[in-house]
């Protein structure tokens, strides 16, 4: 399996609500990071965070990150 391919398989699984520990695939502080954004822009793409973040970022981890966000942003509701 590609990295794109198993990215793609956990963001389904993140946002079926599957229970998936976050601190082994994405890093606190680029987590911390997507979460402020998404928070103020909920609808943001996966290039506008990237763009905001201003540093180079594999895009398989970003997209997890960026679901993780989006899931626990869902479950707070903010």
Do not use: N
């Amino acid at each position: 399996m590609t990295p794109p391919a198993a990215s793609h398989a956990l963001e389904r699984a993140i946002e079926r609500y599957a229970w998936i520990e976050r601190s082994g695939l994405v890093d606190d502080d680029l987590y911390e990071e997507v979460l402020t954004y998404v928070r103020y822009h909920r609808y943001a793409k996966i290039r506008h965070v990237r763009e905001h973040l201003r540093r180079d970022v594999d895009l398989p981890v970003l997209r997890v990150a960026l679901a993780f966000a989006r899931r626990d942003l869902a479950q707070t509701g903010l």
